[in-house]
């Protein structure tokens, strides 16, 4: 595994306070430095979602795309995927290009 989960709520709530937002009409993406010099990744699907089936499936979709496209090293960062509504229904192919473009306008892939 190339980094780890953010599991505190503490860490979302630093991600969504102080980090910078990335928009795309099926994810968002926040990402700001830490101090660990270690990826950490969060996921995120709220009740707008859907029912527990569907955030479920939008979590396991970014994940996948997620797998694909963050490189090996990308230094010391927390990056927070939140799915929006469109999220479930997508397949995890189109959403790495999405992901990928996210990434780069953040200027953490080259």
Do not use: W
């Not at 980094?3 to 700001?32: D, I, Q």
């Not at 950490?40 to 994940?63: F, S, Y």
């Not at 230094?75 to 997508?90: K, N, Q, W």
């Not at 397949?91 to 780069?104: A, G, Y």
């Amino acid at each position: 595994m190339r980094y780890t989960y953010l599991t505190y709520n503490n860490e979302f709530s630093r991600a969504y306070a102080r980090g910078k937002s990335f928009v795309h009409p099926h994810v968002v993406m926040y990402v700001v430095k830490n101090r660990f010099g270690k990826t950490r990744v969060g996921l995120t699907a709220t009740k707008k979602i859907g029912n527990a089936v569907l955030r479920n499936r939008a979590r396991r979709v970014m994940r996948a795309a997620i797998c694909k496209q963050l490189p090996l090293y990308v230094g010391g960062y927390d990056i927070v995927f939140v799915a929006r509504g469109i999220t479930p229904r997508l397949k995890s192919t189109v959403l790495e290009e999405d992901i990928s473009q996210l990434l780069k306008s953040a200027g953490l892939l080259k």
